[in-house]
């Protein structure tokens, strides 16, 4: 054989194996492909975690639990709450932001969340692009409330009490920086009084300072006041909220006794790391929705002082940002800053 033949053989074989080189790589990549979607069409194939960014025995961690075990039965894994509170939910919102975008790390996204960035700037370990909303699950309405051995039966009789008042009223609230607080703040902007918050450590320790006598309002979560209303202790003044609430319907809202700005809750959703596919983020939020379109979920909910709202993540992207404008106004307007 010539030199000239032997050149050619050996340029001949050397495109064969890279033929059979590159044929190699496509089918494993093909195999890899095929792989993954099967493995997001397959999710969950083990237990989810779901972080809540409070303390256990909460309205956050119980409501996670309920949502967590009906999910479990509709995808056939278990939902495991794990609590991760401390520095404002943040903790556990950028637990979440930095996990694996494979849909096995959960966040149970409260409303500080939409006001984290105007309370702490760059101590923001996070960003929110890296977080996508799913689902909104339910909201907290906040009742405004007052000592019932006082004439004061209206937002308006409040308006007029805090006139008489030198420095105005005091609205106890479950802590700087919460919702509660800062609807307190709205409240004192758009009914034009005089007044202050007062922080205080959890719902149950306003409601106690209220019957004292040592606050003249609060504006927070009902479920610890219904006792001491029912036995006419304390007074409803009405509801922060867009409409009246199912947990306390006689309660007219702050809205209809003239006051249209005042409207604020809390709130609950479901938000997993951006990047996770949409295969996993469809079979998620179908399921959420599911569960907070059930009867029963709805009324366990109902008997921990929230009500189910549930809505896809493209609206609940959309209230986030709502809220995050609405609240970045009255933080500044009312100079509001966290250590």
Avoid: C
């Amino acid at each position: 054989m010539t030199l000239h033949h032997r050149a050619l053989n050996t340029l001949a074989s050397t495109r064969l194996q890279r033929r059979t080189v590159l044929v190699t790589m496509a089918a494993g990549l093909a195999s890899g492909t095929g792989l993954l979607a099967h493995a997001q069409a397959d999710w969950p194939t083990r237990p989810v975690k779901l972080i809540s960014p409070y303390a256990a025995g909460g309205a956050s961690d119980l409501s996670a639990r309920v949502l967590g075990e009906y999910l479990a039965k509709v995808l056939g894994q278990q939902f495991v709450v794990e609590n991760k509170p401390g520095a404002g939910t943040r903790l556990g919102t950028e637990f979440v932001a930095r996990a694996p975008a494979d849909g096995y790390t959960v966040l149970y996204v409260a409303a500080p969340y939409a006001t984290a960035e105007a309370l702490y700037g760059k101590g923001l370990s996070y960003q929110r692009e890296q977080l996508r909303p799913i689902a909104m699950a339910m909201h907290a309405p906040l009742f405004l409330i007052v000592n019932a051995q006082t004439e004061i039966k209206s937002v308006r009789d409040l308006v007029a009490f805090s006139k008489t008042r030198p420095g105005g009223i005091n609205i106890g609230t479950p802590g700087a920086g919460s919702q509660p607080h800062l609807a307190g703040e709205l409240l004192l902007r758009e009914a034009g009084m005089e007044g202050i918050n007062v922080h205080m450590k959890g719902d149950s320790v306003a409601y106690s300072e209220l019957l004292g006598g040592r606050l003249d309002a609060t504006l927070t979560a009902i479920s610890s006041a219904l006792p001491h209303i029912a036995a006419g202790k304390l007074r409803v003044l009405g509801v922060a909220s867009e409409k009246r609430s199912a947990l306390y319907p006689a309660a007219p809202t702050i809205r209809e006794q003239g006051f249209p700005g005042v409207v604020a809750s809390g709130w609950y959703g479901f938000m997993v790391p951006s990047a996770t596919p949409k295969e996993v983020v469809a079979k998620l939020q179908a399921a959420i929705l599911r569960a907070l379109d059930d009867s029963t979920i709805k009324q366990k909910l109902l008997d921990m002082g929230l009500e189910a709202s549930g809505a896809p993540g493209a609206k609940f992207a959309t209230y986030i940002d709502d809220q995050t404008r609405k609240w970045t106004n009255v933080i500044r307007d009312a100079n509001i800053k966290i250590d």
